[in-house]
């Protein structure tokens, strides 16, 4: 319940604002019919309490109004779709209240090109590193025909039920819809690593560990297996996967993403999609857009270019499009002066025109600003209320009654109700789909819980993944693998099981213990957590190996005593964070700093000033300064193990031992001075309608395009990672590809004109993302053990161009056994060889060479070729 009173205080602002269009609403024709469910029925919003300190305010239809009227092409990015008109109270740009005309975009219509582009549904996606780009055109017409049919009969308070969430709590998921005829309902739910509030579930790695393993392969699975627990559940709509970008490596909710490059964020979020919903759940792409810090998230504007949008913030939710994503979810922020919910340019505009996205719009829970956000692209509000609890809704009675007075056309209301429905239809839900059959808020009510375990063998693909996603950033003198070792210690609290057990703090609010999860909404309960120390020890018996260990992280005389003598001091740090609404040791979702928990540094040093051979294993949401001890040579090893879920031990484990070679390659760059990095948190005050202002002046240059850019040396990369063995590059071939079958777009971007994006779903066209290069190299082995690489490409633009100084767009893996070799292949893209041209409004070919690199990191470059 915590939950609900640390959220109430937040929606303060969408309270007031709520109020001056509760106020309109008044105005309106109040004969709407009382409607179905509880949040539906309520009449017209009643004004708030706090209203009264608003009642000087005019109303922006009101006659002599003293609101600015603004243009409606000053609202955001570009010229507005739909709406037509904004207005600013304080600093926020509303849309305002007048009434809209609607012109529903065309379903995309797109022929099916065999080979590259065929006709795919949802349960049958392409094979994982298949270059096709899957054509779901028709799997969406048939959803969107069945749907069409569906609201024939229905009122249009029905059609407005669809859209509205029942209140917080009102239901058995995180989110519900109420049933409306023969369709049940739907049941949205947590998170992007596995079923929240549920039991018999998996606890996956989270989304930056996912990423981290640079594998296609294993994102998929990882996909397809937290669907199944969805389904099995009877979730709907999963809430995942999260793509906000990691612009700040203090930003509370960076581990529930795919770290700071948008190409890897992307094809995260495409695998992850693809795996989802091959199980049957609708996945819901979020935080759409520009969520990228936890402070003020419902009172900060994200001041954003055109450019910087498309090209990096934009460009996973693009990719997520791609994959048929069911849903997407804006974000509580603002984007340049207007509300991610409220965003006509960014809803309608990017998404449902440029994107052509087809399934719906939901709000984050309570982020949903104003009935017009439906004229703006919403189509729907979760969980329904206009605050928790509040017994009122955006939607519901005030959608119907604008309706009604014809503000909102109900052509809109039934585009609304068809894309939830088509969305729904689309997976297949509407046949023999499971009931959902736990409650989020009852856990121990066994007539509302039938306990199903849905875990199958799925901690399987999370040892793959905890495994796989560790970075070896260090490692002297061959200080791993430990190979039978007479002696061990092992030191710090990070390395234990922590003593509350694994779920000991709700939504894992607090630091006990291995970490392997942050905390807040993106969670899940763990079933079991193997801690390293209990995966070490098992292993340590095995071998004959002695094994001491010491868990105070406070007491240094303690830890170097458990230390001398052994041959390997194992020191385990970790750094924490999560989501707002919780606040653990100071941190309020966001990281105060950027150094270890639990006094780690000093942990670190106390024990490498005894021990000559002492190995750190870090687990971190994101990247931490590890300038205190790094270079110390007494520490000879160091393991970025991120959030491992449920096997975190073992994976760290199997690194340790050298039972898996490591492969994993950090997502983000680690710098050496907190100030290196490009942006940094924003943590000033706010006013109701005086959002703080977060300008994101580092534009294209987020992560490692910054440290390249302005000559700044990291401490370690963004793609870097060692391995027990050495590989060695040659062999680079680039070859053009050919088609019999050309688009008129080709010929304009080939001259170097910007083919227009006005279609309906031009940012995905066929022509723009077919590969048009194909780039072949040779990888060998040449140590004396089995492992695996990520080849990683980048592009160099021409300077004139204006991009970074290189920007990745293709990664492989390449498994080799000793002195094996192997041809590895990337292609790319016409899309991945342009850049947004903010005058043209489309993908641009830079005029001159583009570089080609191959490389073991960003700054490993191993092969360079040309275009
Ligand atoms: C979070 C979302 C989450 C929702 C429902 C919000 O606070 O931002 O990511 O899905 O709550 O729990």
């Not at 308070?157 to 049940?184: A, L, R, S, Y």
Request: charged share 20%; with cysteine; hydrophobic share 35%.
């Amino acid at each position: 319940m915590f939950l609900v009173s640390s959220f109430a205080a937040l929606c303060s602002l969408s309270t007031l604002l709520g109020a001056v269009e509760a106020q309109n609403s008044s105005l309106l024709s109040s004969t709407t019919e009382p409607p179905r469910n509880s949040v539906v029925s309520s009449s017209l919003s009643p004004l708030p309490s706090e209203f009264s300190s608003l009642s000087t305010e005019p109303s922006s239809t009101s006659p002599g109004s003293s609101l600015t009227s603004f243009p409606a092409s000053s609202a955001s990015l570009g010229p507005p779709v739909a709406t037509s008109g904004f207005s600013r109270i304080g600093n926020v740009l509303k849309p305002t209240i007048t009434s809209y005309t609607f012109d529903p975009l065309p379903t995309p219509s797109e022929s099916s090109i065999p080979k590259n582009f065929p006709e795919t549904y949802p349960h049958d996606p392409p094979p994982v590193g298949d270059s096709v780009i899957p054509n779901f055109g028709p799997a969406w017409a048939a959803a969107y025909s069945k749907a069409r049919e569906k609201i024939q009969s229905l009122t249009l308070e029905e059609k407005v039920n669809i859209t509205t969430g029942v209140g917080w709590m009102n239901g058995p998921c995180v989110g519900n819809t109420p049933p409306v005829g023969d369709f049940p309902g739907l049941c949205l739910g947590d998170s992007p690593l596995g079923v929240r509030f549920a039991d018999y579930v998996t606890a996956f790695p989270a989304g930056i560990n996912t990423a981290a393993t640079w594998n296609r392969k294993l994102m998929r699975e990882r996909g397809k297996a937290m669907g199944s627990e969805f389904v099995g559940k009877g979730v709907n709509i999963a809430l995942g996967p999260a793509m906000n970008m990691g612009r700040l490596a203090q930003g509370g909710r960076i581990w529930e993403s795919f770290g700071g490059d948008p190409f890897l964020a992307g094809e995260t979020a495409y695998e992850t999609i693809l795996g989802l919903q091959k199980s049957g759940v609708q996945a819901c792409a979020k935080h759409w857009i520009n969520n990228e810090q936890e402070h003020a998230r419902q009172q900060s504007t994200s001041q954003v270019d055109d450019r910087t949008q498309h090209e990096i913030y934009a460009h996973p939710f693009l990719r997520s499009v791609m994959a048929g994503v069911a849903a997407i979810m804006c974000s509580y922020n603002l984007i340049n002066d207007t509300y991610a919910c409220e965003n006509d340019k960014l809803m309608n505009g990017v998404l449902k025109r440029e994107f052509g996205f087809q399934g719906q719009i939901l709000s984050d829970w309570s982020a949903t600003e104003s009935t017009i956000s439906a004229i703006t692209g919403l189509d729907m509000t979760m969980p329904g209320d206009i605050q928790f609890d509040s017994g009122d809704s955006f939607f519901g009675g005030n959608l119907t009654a604008y309706v009604n007075n014809g503000t909102i056309p109900e052509a809109r209301v039934d585009d609304m109700a068809i894309r939830i429905l088509a969305g729904w239809y689309f997976l297949g839900q509407d046949s023999g789909y499971p009931e959902t059959n736990f409650n989020s808020w009852f856990p121990l009510d066994d007539t509302k819980n039938k306990h199903l375990d849905v875990r199958d063998d799925h901690w399987k693909v999370v040892r793959e993944i905890a495994t796989a996603s560790i970075v070896l950033l260090k490692n002297t003198g061959d200080a791993l693998p430990l190979n039978k070792p007479r002696k061990i210690a092992v030191i710090g609290s990070d390395a234990a099981p922590p003593t509350r057990g694994p779920n000991g703090f709700a939504d894992r609010g607090g630091s006990d213990g291995i970490l392997a999860m942050g905390w807040g909404s993106g969670t899940t309960d763990f079933t079991y957590l193997i801690s390293p120390i209990e995966a070490i020890q098992a292993r340590a018996g095995r071998d004959g190996t002695a094994i001491n260990w010491y868990f105070d992280d406070f007491n240094l005389g303690d830890a170097q005593n458990v230390a001398r003598g052994t041959d390997a001091a194992i020191v385990f740090i970790k750094s924490d964070s999560g989501e707002e609404y919780l606040t653990v040791d100071g941190n309020v979702g966001d990281r105060k700093n950027l150094t270890a928990w639990a006094n780690g540094d000093n942990l670190v040093n106390a024990v490498a000033s005894v021990h000559k051979n002492t190995i750190i294993v870090v687990n971190s949401v994101g990247p931490l300064n590890v300038e205190p001890w790094i270079d110390n040579p007494n520490v000879t090893a160091v393991l970025w193990a991120g959030l491992g879920g449920s096997e975190a031990g073992n994976g760290i484990k199997d690194v340790l031992y050298g039972d898996y070679n490591p492969s994993g390659r950090l997502p983000y760059t680690i710098a050496r001075n907190n100030t290196d990095y490009p942006a940094h948190l924003v943590l000033d005050s706010w006013t109701p309608n005086h959002p703080i202002v977060i300008p994101y002046t580092e534009g294209l240059l987020i992560d490692y395009r910054w440290f390249d850019a302005k000559q700044i040396i990291p401490r370690f990369e963004f793609g870097f990672g060692l391995s027990y063995t050495t590989f060695e590059y040659s062999n680079l071939g680039i070859e053009k590809l050919r088609y019999s079958q050309q688009f008129a777009e080709e010929a304009v971007w080939e001259s170097g004109e910007t083919p227009s994006t006005n279609a309906t779903g031009a940012s995905r066209a066929i022509w723009l993302h077919r590969p048009a290069y194909r780039v072949t190299f040779d990888v060998q082995n040449v140590g004396d053990v089995a492992g695996a690489e990520t080849p990683q490409l980048y592009l160099e633009f021409p300077a004139p161009s204006g991009e970074p100084p290189q920007t990745l767009k293709g990664f492989t893996n390449v498994a080799l056994g000793p002195g094996e070799t192997q041809q590895a292949e990337i292609t790319i893209s016409k899309y991945d060889l342009s850049y947004w041209d903010v005058v043209g409004q489309g993908w641009k070919k830079p005029d001159g060479e583009i570089g080609v690199r191959i490389s073991q990191s960003s700054r490993k470059v191993r092969l360079r070729g040309s275009i």
